[in-house]
């Protein structure tokens, strides 16, 4: 079922997903530090003693990540309307944003080999750029299970807003408008004009 004027978040999936990337990305980035702290002690023959340092290190890392991870999936708030979507997530850093159905674009979904596994997908919305009329991507619905439906239900809503510049909120859009309605005026005018004098040739042609 699709939410609709309602808060939802990331599948309860996409959980187990975010610690096991977050865990494995921290172990990456700190694999210098940690040879460094064990490999002193297998030196020194301390073999048993490296292996628990190491151990208690994975676990501080782990009950840190498992603490952030629930903090950061509770932080995740998502909110679809008539007219726009809204978004918020973060721990430490809140960030929040809205996003009008007549500035996007596209949406595309991306599943990663261990999205795959967890059966979950990213929604990434391109959305008009602020400048030089370049797409980017604003906001990414994250860890969704069915990211199809929800991409089709969001673009019914993109396809029935007549779309909006956005550098100026529908200025620019309101000005080509009348413009555009000036030309049409001088055009008609012109035609009327010239339909007179036809007409009026062939009234002294009849004489």
């Not at 699709?2 to 865990?23: A, C, G, N, R, V």
């Not at 020194?44 to 009950?63: C, E, Y």
């Not at 994250?142 to 993109?158: C, Q, S, T």
Request: proline fraction near 5%; hydrophobic fraction near 45%.
């Amino acid at each position: 079922m699709i939410p609709f004027k309602e808060d939802f978040k990331p599948s309860p999936q996409y959980k187990p997903y975010l610690f096991i990337t977050t865990f494995v990305s921290i172990l990456v980035a700190s694999g210098f530090t940690l040879g460094a702290i064990v490999f002193p002690f297998l030196l020194t023959g301390l073999f048993p003693i490296a292996i628990a340092g190491f151990a208690f290190i994975l676990l501080i890392i782990a009950v840190f990540v498992f603490i952030w991870m629930q903090r950061y999936y509770n932080s995740i708030v998502y909110h679809l309307n008539d007219t726009e979507m809204t978004w918020k997530r973060g721990v430490w850093f809140k960030k929040t944003g809205i996003v009008p159905y007549n500035r996007i674009t596209n949406i595309d979904i991306s599943q990663g080999p261990v999205m795959r596994i967890f059966k979950i997908s990213n929604l990434q919305i391109q959305t008009a750029g602020n400048s030089g009329g370049k797409a980017g991507s604003e906001i990414s619905i994250i860890g969704m299970e069915d990211a199809e439906p929800l991409r089709a239900f969001i673009m019914d809503f993109v396809r029935g807003t007549a779309p909006v510049t956005a550098v100026t909120g529908g200025n620019e859009t309101a000005g080509v408008s009348v413009a555009s309605s000036s030309v049409s005026a001088s055009d008609m005018a012109q035609l009327i004009s010239e339909v007179a004098a036809i007409r009026k040739l062939l009234e002294e042609q009849n004489k």
